[in-house]
């Protein structure tokens, strides 16, 4: 294998298998070269759906197992940071769920760069190239879940769909919304997510799908490097030529080198590499090549807390699966079938607006553009899922018979920032990660707001016909107990953006331009959900997608890859 390539991109996560497959898709050939740190992911076993909320915690091998440091606010918790590891990225051990967001966070996005490429109507046809969006719904719920295969994709690599058949129990977290008022959403990937609705899975025909589907039947100039983890970035002056290794070995690139390692890894290999904020750098004699303040700033993330309603024995047929576990999964290595297929395949998802925030000291105490883009009538503030494990249930003992629902009440729009920082010079060492989760008063009101309308939705009729108690809930609906409990039942959604921020050309402060260029570098692009100038009220991994087929757009242009004129380029 050449040691030069046109273009290296390192990390196979979703934004650089993206990337890295369609670079080198483009009809004038490019060499190109995908480094991962991690291994294949070829197991099949790592494909089972029912396995989607185990996966990252059962195989080591594919889980960094980052933790952020004690956060002192939230009663010291070491919040888990797991990011995935080898081809695939965090999408080979994430949870699956698919869901956009409201059209009005790309306008924003658009706005906030000075770039119409993320206005809605430019990011929805991209969507349908990454989607093949299978939209069969048991004909027995339609009335809850219902969407339109012309507003998707259908022929992209992400293969996508719901779960058929639905589990037992749950056509009643749909009629419980609707009894309080909250509303029902056909299909919450429309653009208006408003509602109580159902993210597709990306699952389909018994198998998941990962950004590693996008790497299938690659090129022969495509060239995929697995366990070779990155230590820094070369440079000559201020142009960067290549990559070296932990393991010493050089690759070269006669165009860009691309960063996708994510929001945590990104800015670390940055500063690594002697760009960054000169404080941090000095602190761990890393000589500065470029002074970035902002590197390793802006981190946002979702967060959520829980609460569970234990319910009559039989409600669901959890425990019934998880004592037939076995047979289950001989049944599906068999043929595929059964309840390997079916069993927390599908996770009722709503995204819901609340008065109480709105009339806030803490919402009016907001800049006032924030405040006017959170009105606008598709943006949410707050998330609640079900149908996941029951993450914390207090001090109840869970039995296995047990039937019980948990209900995840997640921040939108969160306003806290925390950052990524080094532990120290060494490129085997974890990032240090301070999120900050719910340290601004906007995002604590907002959480608490969201438990207790959460609360109020958990005691509607269709759930109380079949609930014994609530558990690992606060002990009343007092601001007090709501945030005594979620300062101690606090989860991360693994959404970590805007590290490396991109913004307009003129914005002095971002670290990327609308072109996903480095400021200061040449020759170095960022391409992953570090750029993000603002979170989407989604679950990332579509957006990280979605920076991918739009970083390959811009360049392939930029670079003529569709026509001739490639190999004239001067650099």
Request: include cysteine; charge should be negative.
């Amino acid at each position: 294998m050449f040691s030069e390539f046109d273009f290296i991109i390192v990390g196979a996560g979703a934004s650089g298998c993206v990337i890295a497959a369609r670079l080198a898709q483009s009809e004038k050939k490019p060499s190109v070269l995908l480094l991962e740190a991690g291994g294949k992911n070829d197991d099949a076993s790592y494909r089972v759906p029912a396995d989607r909320f185990a996966l990252a915690f059962r195989e080591p091998s594919l889980n960094w197992g980052y933790k952020t440091v004690p956060q002192q606010h939230l009663k010291r918790q070491e919040i888990d940071y797991s990011r995935g590891k080898g081809l695939g990225g965090s999408t080979a051990i994430n949870f699956s769920c698919w869901v956009i967001g409201p059209d009005e966070d790309y306008n924003e996005w658009a706005r906030k760069v000075g770039d119409d490429a993320w206005n809605w109507t430019n990011v929805k046809q991209r969507l349908k190239k990454i989607e093949s969006y299978h939209v069969e719904v048991p004909a027995e719920h339609r009335k809850f879940v219902n969407p339109k295969a012309e507003d998707h994709g259908t022929t992209g690599p992400i293969h996508l769909s719901y779960a058929d058949p639905w589990e037992k129990g749950m056509a009643d977290v749909f009629e419980a919304a609707q009894e309080v008022g909250m509303d029902v959403n056909l299909d919450v990937n429309s653009g208006n997510p408003i509602g109580m609705g159902m993210g597709a899975g990306c699952v389909y025909d018994g198998e998941r799908t990962t950004a590693a589907d996008y790497l299938k039947n690659a090129p022969p100039n495509l060239n995929i490097m697995v366990n070779s983890p990155a230590a820094e970035i070369i440079f000559s002056g201020n142009r960067a030529t290549g990559i070296r290794t932990i393991d010493g070995r050089a690759f070269s690139a006669r165009y860009d080198v691309i960063l996708s390692l994510g929001a945590l890894n990104t800015p670390q290999l940055l500063m690594l590499s002697g760009i960054g904020p000169a404080k941090e750098l000095e602190k761990h004699g890393i000589p500065i090549k470029i002074e970035a303040p902002e590197i390793g700033q802006n981190l946002q993330d979702h967060c959520f807390s829980t609460a569970t309603l234990l319910r009559n024995p039989g409600t669901d047929d959890r425990s019934t699966f998880e004592a037939n576990s076995e047979a289950a999964r001989a049944q599906y290595q068999k043929d595929k079938s059964g309840l390997m297929r079916t069993m927390y395949c599908g996770v009722p998802m709503g995204w819901f607006k609340n008065d109480r925030v709105l009339a806030s000291d803490e919402f009016k105490s907001l800049d006032e553009n924030i405040q006017e883009h959170i009105k606008k009538p598709t943006v949410p503030i707050f998330e609640v899922a079900t149908h996941t494990p029951p993450l914390y249930v207090g001090d109840y003992d869970l039995k296995p018979t047990d039937s019980y629902l948990t209900a995840l009440s997640f921040v939108m729009n969160p306003q806290s920032t925390g950052e990524v920082t080094l532990n120290s010079a060494d490129p085997s060492d974890a990032p240090k990660v301070d999120p900050n989760l719910l340290s601004h008063p906007f995002d604590r009101r907002v959480m608490i707001e969201a438990m207790r309308q959460t609360l109020d939705y958990l005691e509607a009729p269709a759930f109380n016909k079949s609930t014994i108690k609530m558990i690992g809930c606060p002990k009343s609906r007092s601001d007090d107990d709501i945030w005594d409990h979620c300062a101690g039942d606090l989860f991360s959604s693994w959404h970590m953006c805007s590290t490396v921020r991109m913004g307009r050309r003129d914005d002095k402060g971002a670290c990327v331009d609308p072109d996903f260029r480095l400021r200061g570098a040449q020759n170095l692009r960022i391409v992953d959900l570090s750029v993000l100038p603002l979170l989407p009220n989604n679950h990332t991994q579509s957006t990280a997608y979605l920076v991918g087929e739009t970083a390959a757009e811009k360049m392939i242009t930029e670079y003529g890859l569709a026509h001739e004129g490639f190999s004239q380029i001067k650099l």
